[in-house]
């Protein structure tokens, strides 16, 4: 990872609650994988660990994605916007990202009838993810 050991974490923007959103996105497919958002401490830790964490806001508490269910998100690279006020990690999934089991939180897409249709298979089924965590 470029940049790695002087990372410019002082030129971010976070807001209020001290956050910043974080697209992460597949290294090699592009795909998105899913969205967190990410204090100093876990955009810092993303960077000199190697794998992505954030900051829960329903669990008020660090998040290392993976800990429960071992499906890690290795981080190959940092991008920021235009703005500095979000982030964009590409990385290397280990595993399904989505803790449905799905390749990526985006498995779903708009339909005619109003309502959301599964355009990604189950990958592993969540029962597997968790009984190996």
């Known amino acids: 990872m470029n940049g790695m050991n002087n990372f ?3 030129a ?3 807001d209020a609650d001290g956050l910043v959103p974080a697209v992460v996105q597949h290294v090699e497919t592009k795909d998105v994988l899913m969205l967190g958002f ?3 401490d876990a955009v810092l830790r993303t960077v000199h660990e190697g794998k992505v964490c954030f900051w829960s806001r329903s669990r008020q ?15 190959k690279s940092v991008r920021v916007n235009c703005e500095n006020n979000s982030l964009l990690i590409l990385a290397e999934p280990i595993g399904p990202t989505c803790h449905t089991g799905h390749e ?4 779903r897409e708009a339909n005619d009838a109003g309502g959301w249709t599964e355009i990604m298979p189950v ?3 969540p029962e597997e993810i968790y009984r190996k965590a």
């Open 8 to 10: 410019p974490i002082d």
């Open 12 to 14: 971010l923007k976070f």
């Open 38 to 40: 990410m204090n100093r």
């Open 61 to 75: 508490k660090f998040w290392l994605k993976g800990e429960t269910s071992g499906m890690f998100l290795l981080t």
């Open 104 to 107: 990526s939180c985006y498995y």
């Open 123 to 125: 990958a592993v089924s």
